[in-house]
């Protein structure tokens, strides 16, 4: 009525499954983060590597090339030395030769001929000797600068040559006077700048070596240009460096300073082209460059810059080292061209990278394979979780109706195990509480069926002692009765009085009992008098019972001054109703009381030899409201009560009460209580 019905739409979600995902999205990120990290890591380390063995190539092969051209410089400015000293011996040797010759012919023939005869004969064996080149033939001149022999020039004998200059303006003869003036023999030099130049310093272009024959006041001289045979050297040169060729299509190369090419491409040139004639302007700005570079650092320094590569006829970059060679006017080169050595290096970079890649996969594979056995621990840790999960779903669905335990040893995981020995421990209290339940409501039941059969008995025990009562009163009445018939009427009415007040006294009793209000009040007393009492009050009864033959006896073991202490009123009750339950069950025979002492307890004992109690019976007497079930069919009266009471009352001072007894032959109920009650 009136009730909103909100409906929620609820997602299902299981724990495993929602475990397993985290663990997988957790795993494959933390995997991608690790392998991000690992990938990134080795292409620095991948990059950095490919870089500096980039950078070690180019330094090497640098460094290489500038060894190489410091060497070719090296090498060309010794052979230059060499080529040198070769062709100012050679001149030498034509002067000694001529002397020698000059110095034996005057030695052999002076004293023969006279003097002019004599040089005549020197001078035709001179002009007779034949020099490598007409130019270095032997000049003959006098020691005061006089012309003897000039070859090829005739009126220079014995022309005073001693203001002769040659073409660059040399006073040629004074010099070489100058040199024989400090010794026998000398060379006499001329600088490319027209100056004479130090001895030993190059380059030189002319070299004239000079000795005297004192004998005829002569001298001799044999001279050279040194540029007549620079060709020779240079072609020499040029055919060795030519064979010089190294890796990345490198070469030496050598050009004149003034432009002329002496090996390029890597080859003897032989051909007119002048880089500086402007025929072809990239290679003529390359000189120009390389020239300036030479020209600024003396020590060689790299150029880079585009050349046609021989065999591709393509432009490609190149790196040189250039290096002037100041002796001869030249600068010497080398360098490689970058395709190659790139192509190299990113062939090494490739290496580098397949090793990348090769290490990528690597690691790609193991953090596979983590992954899997990740996966493999997730889902047994799953299967586990689940088996342990239904497991309880399995013990709450009959937990329900039933009570069964779980096994709990048998879970995988400690904490369903602990929740298990919990639950287990739920189980069973609520078995005991249900148990619990089922006997109190067994008990209620039964109480309740006692007390309705008590009510009925208590309804039949009031009204037999009320309807003798009123009968009896009734009877009063009428007139025509003796005093006797008075008198008997009147104790029987009392006597049944008497059974209405013991009646209701023993309700009040045991619903005192019931609320717990019943009390003791322990007193000091003379055990014996009770005990005599009882004697005459049930000897007494014995003698007047109708259709029974009963002996009351007792039985006093204790001395007459015993004094016990308890409650007097209560013992005797308790006395009393076994007595009369005794007395009631008993037909013939005799009703002993008993009483001894035990340590400081005194033991009580009421033996009949009535009609005894079942073994059956025995367990339920005590209780209240309940009969020996053989004695109810007979209808021995009574409400019950008596024996519970007396039970608790024994209780109550202290003690215990039981009863042993032969069905058929009698019983014998017994108790003892301590013989000083505490209390009060
Ligand atoms: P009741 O008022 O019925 O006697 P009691 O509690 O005194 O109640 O006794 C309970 C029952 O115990 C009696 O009904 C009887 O069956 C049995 N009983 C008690 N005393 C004796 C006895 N001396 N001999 C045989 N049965 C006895």
Redo the contacts with the bound molecule.
């Keep these: 009525m009136g009730e909103q019905v909100t409906t929620k739409k609820i997602t299902s979600r299981s724990l495993t499954v929602t475990i397993r995902n985290i663990v997988i999205v957790s795993t494959l990120l933390m995997t991608v983060f690790i392998a991000s990290l690992i990938s990134i890591h080795e292409y620095l380390i991948f990059r950095d590597t490919a870089r500096q063995q980039q950078e070690m190539y180019f330094k090497e092969h640098k460094s290489f090339i500038r060894d190489l051209i410091d060497i070719e410089v090296e090498y060309i400015v010794s052979q230059r030395r060499f080529f040198d000293e070769r062709i100012t011996q050679r001149v030498r040797e034509n002067v000694y030769n001529a002397h020698s010759l000059a110095e034996k012919i005057y030695l052999e023939y002076g004293s023969h001929y006279d003097e002019k005869t004599l040089k005549k004969l020197i001078v035709d064996a001179v002009s007779a000797i034949k020099t490598p080149s007409p130019y270095m033939d032997v000049f003959i001149n006098d020691l005061e600068g006089t012309g003897i022999y000039y070859p090829g020039k005739p009126d220079y004998s014995g022309k005073d040559l001693l203001e002769h200059t040659d073409m660059h303006g040399n006073s040629v003869v004074q010099r070489e006077l100058d040199v024989l003036s400090v010794g026998d023999e000398g060379y006499v030099r001329y600088g490319e700048d027209d100056q004479l130049i130090l001895e030993d310093t190059l380059p030189e272009n002319k070299v004239v070596f000079v000795k005297k024959l004192e004998a005829l006041n002569w001298y001799f001289g044999s001279k050279t240009y040194l540029e007549d045979y620079y060709d020779t050297f240079r072609n020499e040169i040029a055919r060795k460096i030519s064979g010089d060729h190294f890796r990345y299509g490198g070469y030496v190369f050598v050009n004149e300073t003034d432009g002329t090419p002496i090996v390029m491409d890597g080859e003897v040139y032989k051909g007119d082209f002048n880089f500086l004639d402007g025929s072809d302007p990239d290679k003529m700005a390359v000189f120009e460059q390389e020239l300036e570079l030479t020209m600024a650092s003396p020590e060689g320094d790299y150029l880079l810059y585009d050349w046609i590569k021989v065999g591709t006829g393509q432009k490609i970059p190149k790196i040189s080292f250039v290096r002037l060679v100041p002796e001869c006017n030249w600068f010497v080169g080398g360098g490689f061209f970058l395709d190659e050595i790139l192509s190299e290096i990113s062939h090494q970079k490739e290496k580098l990278r397949n090793e990348l890649i090769k290490n990528l996969a690597i690691l790609f594979l193991v953090l596979l394979m983590i992954v899997f056995v990740q996966l493999l621990v997730v889902y047994r840790f799953n299967a586990n979780f689940l088996a342990d999960y239904s497991n309880f779903t399995r013990f709450f669905q009959t937990g329900k109706h039933h009570y069964k335990t779980i096994e709990a040893g048998q879970l995988y995981f400690d904490e369903f195990r602990s929740m298990g020995e919990v639950a287990n421990e739920m189980i069973h209290e609520r078995q005991r509480v249900h148990r619990e339940l089922v006997q109190e409501q067994k008990k209620a039941e039964e109480s309740d069926r006692l007390k309705t059969a008590f009510l009925a008995n208590m309804s039949h025990e009031i009204r037999t002692p009320m309807n003798a009562i009123l009968g009896f009163s009734s009877l009063l009445n009428e007139l025509e009765l003796t005093e006797e018939e008075k008198r008997n009427y009147l104790r029987l009415i009392e006597k049944n009085g008497e059974v209405l007040l013991q009646l209701i006294s023993d309700i009040m009793d045991i619903s005192k009992i019931e609320s717990d209000q019943l009390k003791v009040n322990p007193e000091e007393f003379l055990l014996h008098e009770l005990l005599e009492e009882e004697l005459w009050n049930y000897t007494e009864l014995a003698a007047h019972l109708e259709n029974k033959d009963i002996q009351f006896k007792l039985e006093n073991n204790l001395p007459e001054n015993y004094k016990i202490r308890t409650d007097k009123l209560r013992l005797k009750q308790v006395l009393d ?2 007595i ?3 007395f ?3 037909q013939a025979g005799s009703v002993v009381l008993r009483v001894n002492k035990r340590a400081s307890w005194v033991h009580f004992s ?1 033996q ?1 030899t ?4 079942s073994a059956d ?1 025995i367990d339920q ?2 209780k209240r409201f ?3 079930r ?3 069919q007979k209808n ?11 039970k608790r009352i024994v209780h109550l001072l202290g003690g215990d009460i039981g009863v042993k ?1 032969i069905p058929g032959k ?2 014998d ?1 017994y108790f003892y209580i301590p013989e000083s009650l505490r209390g009060k």
């Design positions: 109703n076994l009369g339950n005794a009631k069950f008993t009421i009949d009535g009609i005894g109690i019976d007497i005590f309940t009969q020996a053989t004695h109810a021995y009266g009574g409400t019950g009560l008596g024996l519970a009471i007396s007894s009698g019983s109920f």
